[in-house]
């Protein structure tokens, strides 16, 4: 069993800055992949961005490329998500996933269930 804890979330102005972040306890943590998703009012959730222990492999939404860094620390276990140059368009609650099935070399994982373990989110609303 994985747990996840979002936390990082608030209100911040167009233009600027968040760091999310995602503890993880439970099982060995080094072993899975990671996801952030974010849900805005009204609207199905969506993925933002793919990160693998195995390599540090990452893969980012187009909505979120050149704005959010993700990054890992093992020794924390514990994933981040820096969000820069933020809009309106972001505000959303911010989800972190865990997924402890294979993924390869190669494929990234984007749909919701395709993850096995879920935080209960982060608020992020940024005003205009």
């Known amino acids: 069993q994985v747990q996840l804890v979002e936390s990082g979330g608030g209100l911040v102005q167009a233009g600027g800055s968040l760091r999310l972040s995602c503890l993880a306890s439970?099982?060995?943590?080094?072993?899975?992949?990671m996801g952030w998703f974010r849900q805005a009012p009204g609207k199905e959730r969506e993925f933002v961005v793919y990160y693998s222990w195995s390599g540090g492999r990452t893969y980012y939404a187009d909505s979120v490329k050149g704005r959010f860094t993700i990054s890992g620390d093992t020794a924390k276990n514990t994933v981040y998500l820096q969000i820069n140059s933020l809009t309106p368009e972001d505000t959303a609650v911010y989800y972190c996933?865990?997924?402890?099935?294979?993924?390869?070399?190669?494929?990234?994982?984007?749909?919701?269930?395709?993850?096995?373990?879920w935080g209960q989110g982060t608020q992020v609303t940024v005003s205009s």
């Open positions: 439970g099982r060995t943590f080094s072993r899975y992949a």
């Open positions: 996933a865990a997924r402890t099935r294979n993924s390869g070399n190669y494929y990234v994982p984007q749909r919701v269930d395709e993850y096995d373990y």
